[in-house]
DNA sequence: GTGCTTGCAAATCGTTTGCAATAGC
DNA sequence: GCTATTGCAAACGATTTGCAAGCAC
């Protein structure tokens, strides 16, 4: 069972709430917040609470076994990916994409940061995305 | 009057309300809050209220005159600076510093976004700034 | 049984909404 | 006078807190 290693990996003593979160976490890429998270596990953890989703996912990031998102204003979004790349946020249907980190990027961590210990790198682009783009051009009157 | 001419130049109807807050906005830049400017300004304007702060913020950002950065969790904050350039947020003091966006980066924008079309690029890290490094080496005891 | 984890209910607090009062052309 | 702007009070909603109960070693 991967989850549970990998909160091993990260000092994280496993319980059975940490291990479904991480799991969700890691099954489910789409950068749900802890609300998605709650609503998706509740059906079948009756008594999950959803303090423990909280706490939970804050003990994740501050262990850097997930990302703590911050591209929507509305909501905090956590990713199981804590490997370098982007993301992309729809101001139109509201989902966050994945991007590959532009390689140009890569090479500048920790790198003329003005003297500043750099632990946390977060790119974010937001915009139409590509499919809403497409429904724009079928639905156009030329 | 500087604040004034950046309104209209974004197409910013100006009162005066708009204008004493760009004017905070482009004479502090230190990327304060809503609350922040409400709290700075309201001495002079006692009839400002904080619902106009927050709609005139709201308003700044969607007409591309001031910058909404999400980089803390725990407030939205605010930049008249809206060139292309990086933040840094300090984890241990909350100062959020500007940084130069690193030259490899500003060729990225608009290229190899898989489709999507940008309109927003927020470039954030967070960590320990050199002023509260240089507080840890002082008390150090070695 | 000691300390960590969980979960409920209540509180907090930044932000938004509804709507009436006001200002500007 | 008509429209946009402002401001108050109330609502909202995501997140946090206090604390009691449960679990694990």
Redesign the interface.
């Known amino acids: 069972m991967k989850s549970y290693e990998r909160l091993l990996e990260h000092n994280i003593k496993p319980s059975m709430q940490r291990i479904a979160i991480m799991e969700y976490l890691m099954d489910n890429p789409i950068h749900p917040s802890a609300d998605d998270i709650y609503t998706a596990l509740s059906p079948s953890m009756p008594t999950l609470s959803k303090t423990t989703v909280y706490n939970t996912l804050k003990l994740f990031s501050e262990q850097g076994a997930a990302l703590?998102l911050?591209?929507?204003?509305k909501n905090?979004n956590f990713d199981a990916d804590t490997s370098v790349h982007s993301h992309?946020l729809?101001?139109r249907c509201g989902h966050i994409?994945d991007?590959?980190c532009?390689e140009?990027?890569k090479?500048?961590e920790n790198?003329?940061?003005?003297?500043?210990?750099?632990?946390?790198?977060?790119?974010?682009?937001?915009?139409?995305?590509?499919n809403c783009?497409s429904k724009d051009k079928e639905t156009r009157i030329d």
Do not use: N, W
């Open positions: 703590m911050t591209i929507d204003e905090t992309f729809c101001r994409y991007l590959k532009p140009a990027i090479q500048v790198v003329d940061m003005d003297g500043h210990q750099v632990s946390e790198v977060h790119y974010y682009y937001k915009g139409i995305c590509k783009l």
